[in-house]
């Protein structure tokens, strides 16, 4: 299934333009583009409008990165419209193009074949895939990665009156759209678990609509938790989301997760939990040749993405951002050579024993600011992690605070590890409960 899937996308794309196809791998193979507003396209005209014609079309063109993300329908197009937003530059030396795609194959197909795509976001699973059934030889020749993102969890609606994945066997789910990455793992979560479904495809918003009137009796969306679209619902319409039990075989490509009665009060009873599994997203690119003028743009988008990080894990954006370790690998991938120099120059490959000295190295409070984004970008991962295994109220929530009181808050962590690091305080004696209370107590 998984097989014909994708060989269904990527054989479309040949049989429909094979020269087509064809010309444009070979061009984005060479680092450049034709120039549709080139002379001989258009009648004769002034030497002085052409000389301004040529000047706006450069100025456009001059840090434009396309980026394909998910459809209409697919909440990594807010994480894009996310990317868009904090990475532009008002100078114009880079400029985010956002393109809405049509599923997590089409946007592989995109990123090797169609001209003006340079970066798509793409799910693990799809990633994987293509690697076990490639769809033409060599094609991890042309794909690579920037970086492992957020991950999204796999939702499960239904009635009340269902209980269980198995009782919706020869019922009908909705997978999504075709060739997304929604479809994808609803087909493999339903296939592990030996549930056989009479499986539809139709747009999220139209089947909520269904699975209202009795049409579908449940809808599978990935998403990344909360998702606004889900905290919508009320809890007087009877719907609540589906466990899905522990399996081997979901284990070995996705992770376990659980949603949470705080991320959807409407669905979820309080103090309860819905267990599911987790998917990766990854920020694909199209291998361009160092030294070519797009290889210059996307090392741009590399190094703003990377530098400006920070921002992007602060409110008002999504809290997934703050899942993101950008040093983790992708198995059986490459990463894009621009993005290794950053990671290797911030001393952040995986095997670098940098985070411990790191720390030892941060004499005060004051000093944490003065550390490189992805040195405080580490640090507040830790930050992250730690803040998980304190019992806290909303106000102290790390995500939920204002700018001013998140750095005051981070600045004081960057001294709590500092002392862990160092033994330069009685904290450093206690055990690691009392240690937990004590920077719970300076934190509310």
Wanted: aromatic fraction near 8%.
């Amino acid at each position: 299934m998984m097989r014909r899937s994708i060989l269904a996308v990527f054989g479309a794309v040949a049989l429909a333009a094979c020269p087509l196809a064809a010309q444009t791998l070979k061009e984005k193979s060479s680092g450049h583009h034709s120039d549709p507003g080139s002379a001989s396209s258009h009648p004769r005209e002034p030497h002085d409008a052409a000389q301004l014609r040529h000047a706006m079309r450069d100025k456009v063109n001059g840090g434009l990165v396309g980026v394909v993300s998910g459809g209409m329908d697919a909440t990594d197009l807010g994480k894009a419209t996310d990317l868009a937003i904090n990475l532009e530059t008002k100078e114009g030396q880079l400029r985010p193009l956002l393109i809405v795609g049509k599923g997590a194959f089409r946007n592989v197909t995109d990123i090797v074949f169609a001209r003006g795509v340079d970066i798509g976001i793409v799910q693990s699973d799809v990633l994987a895939a293509l690697k076990r059934d490639p769809p033409f030889p060599g094609i991890e020749n042309y794909l690579e990665y920037i970086t492992k993102l957020y991950d999204e969890e796999a939702h499960i609606l239904t009635g009340k009156e269902i209980n269980s994945i198995d009782e919706l066997a020869s019922k009908k789910v909705n997978f999504g759209l075709p060739d997304s990455g929604t479809q994808m793992t609803a087909q493999a979560i339903f296939d592990a678990l030996g549930v056989s479904v009479e499986a539809t495809s139709f747009p999220q918003p139209v089947a909520l609509e269904k699975l209202r009137r009795g049409e579908i009796s449940a809808l599978v969306c990935l998403v990344s938790k909360p998702d606004r679209w889900f905290r919508n619902i009320r809890s007087d319409e009877n719907l609540h989301f589906l466990p899905i039990p522990p399996n081997g075989k979901l284990r070995e490509t996705y992770t376990p997760a659980a949603l949470q009665a705080e991320d959807y009060p409407q669905l979820i009873d309080t103090n309860t939990s819905v267990s599911t599994v987790a998917v990766g997203n990854v920020l694909a690119v199209y291998n361009w040749s160092a030294g070519s003028e797009r290889y210059r743009k996307v090392a741009l988008f590399v190094r703003a993405f990377f530098d400006r990080m920070r921002e992007l894990q602060s409110p008002p954006y999504h809290p997934k951002w703050r899942e993101i370790d950008v040093a983790a690998p992708v198995p059986g991938w490459t990463r894009f050579a621009a993005a290794q120099e950053w990671i290797t120059k911030a001393r952040l490959d995986t095997d670098s024993p940098i985070r411990e000295a790191d720390l030892r190295e941060t004499a005060s409070p004051q000093e944490a600011a003065a550390l490189s984004p992805l040195e405080r970008n580490a640090l507040f991962a830790q930050f992250v992690e730690y803040r998980k295994r304190l019992t806290v109220t909303p106000k102290s929530n790390a995500g939920l605070l204002d700018p001013r009181q998140r750095e005051a808050l981070f600045a004081e962590f960057a001294a709590y590890q500092k002392r862990l690091a160092l033994g330069q305080s009685s904290a450093a004696q206690r055990d690691a409960r009392q240690q937990d209370a004590r920077f719970a107590a300076t934190a509310n």
